[in-house]
């Protein structure tokens, strides 16, 4: 089956840098990717769309200048956590629809847990 | 709008039934089901985009009401691989998923 990666499947940085998390679908092409974000024993909530060589569409409530997200090609879309905190602390996983898949499957990245001390 | 999903945990014996239900106070375009593993990414199970619309593989099956507002997943004769938890998504514009709070299925010897 169609297989999406994300980079790194964990990270642990320290409060106020950044961290920059990749999206890949590995064999293709994706136009449009989402970033979900999961607190541990919660659902996946939504974060944004992101849309390759377009702006990204953030869901309500979400900070477009805290997530930024970048799709500056067909295969690879980046979350960039800026100023971390502790609260940013979460499960972030990617997922992307495979053109020649089942009518709206969704394959997931394997996720990547931040730890933000 | 997040679908609502019951019950919230179930806990079976190996070879036991399960039923998680998903419901919308509106009528949906789809609902999706995936299963997610601890620590782990979720997988899609299956999609039902027709009002009355029942579906499965092997022992998991699932069905869709006339009015395409509940949908129900049926686990039958369980084993011990299908401990984890479930969601129900629904679509919310093109491809954009809404999970539901999820339901934490866990599977004894």
């Known amino acids: 089956g169609a297989v999406v990666s994300q980079h790194p499947s964990w990270v642990i940085c320290k409060s106020g840098t950044s961290v920059k998390i990749e999206c890949r679908s590995l064999d293709f092409q994706a136009t449009t990717m989402f970033w979900y974000r999961q607190f541990p024993k919660q659902s996946l909530m939504l974060m944004a769309t992101s849309n390759e060589g377009s702006k990204a569409t953030y869901e309500q409530g979400v900070e477009k200048d805290k997530f930024l997200i970048n799709h500056a090609s067909l295969t690879l879309s980046t979350l960039t956590v800026t100023s971390a905190h502790p609260e940013d602390s979460s499960f972030y996983i990617c997922?992307?629809?495979?053109?020649?898949?089942?009518?709206?499957?969704?394959?997931f990245g394997e996720g990547s847990r931040l730890t933000v001390l | 709008q997040q679908p609502v999903q019951s019950p919230q945990a179930v806990i079976l014996r190996e070879g036991e039934d399960a039923v998680i239900n998903c419901s919308s106070s509106?009528?949906?375009?789809?609902v999706h089901w995936y299963r997610q593993k601890h620590g782990e990414a979720p997988v899609f199970l299956m999609i039902?985009?027709?009002?009355?619309e029942q579906k499965g593989h092997e022992k998991i099956s699932a069905s869709f009401n006339e009015k395409k507002q509940q949908s129900s997943l049926y686990l039958t004769a369980s084993q011990l691989s299908y401990s984890g938890t479930y969601f129900c998504g629904t679509e919310w514009g093109a491809q954009k998923l809404v999970f539901g709070q999820g339901t934490r299925l866990t599977i004894n010897p």
């Open positions: 997922s992307a629809s495979h053109p020649g898949g089942i009518t709206g499957e969704l394959f």
């Open positions: 509106k009528a949906l375009y789809s």
């Open positions: 039902l985009l027709k009002g009355g």
